[in-house]
Nanobody
Framework: VQLQASGGGLVQAGESLKLSCVAS????????MDWYRQAPGKERELVAT???????NYADSVKGRFTISRDNAKNTVYLQMNSLKPEDTAVYYC??????????????WGQGTQVTVSS
């Protein structure tokens, strides 16, 4: 499974970005899809999760500003980020739990996309 993330960039505080992550390969099914982020000098943290049924969960720091969604037909997860703050600056990674061929369930990571928010 390959995960290709896109949509990052440089924006000013208060602006918006939408990240996308497409999963490709011999995918039988995808369970949860997540977005993580890692800022310089900090540990990677979970930002948002969406299950196969559409249930979502968010880190307290992004609740009310970020929205995670998915398109199961396209094996794609999105992260709409509004009212961005400088502290949202990080590399954002997508993560999925997928069943592939006869290999069972495994986690896969995207390559990361940089989001930089200037004050």
């Amino acid at each position: 499974v390959q995960l290709q993330a896109s949509g990052g960039g440089l924006v000013q505080a208060g602006e918006s970005l939408k990240l996308s992550c497409v999963a490709s390969g011999s995918i039988f099914s995808i369970n949860f899809m997540d977005w993580y982020r890692q800022a310089p000098g900090k540990e990677r943290e979970l930002v948002a999760t969406i299950t196969s049924g559409g249930s979502t969960n968010y880190a307290d720091s992004v609740k009310g500003r970020f929205t995670i969604s998915r398109d199961n037909a396209k094996n794609t997860v999105y992260l709409q980020m509004n009212s961005l703050k400088p502290e949202d600056t990080a590399v954002y990674y997508c993560n999925v739990l997928a069943a592939v061929g006869g290999s069972g369930w495994n986690e896969y990571w995207g390559q990361g996309t940089q989001v930089t928010v200037s004050s």
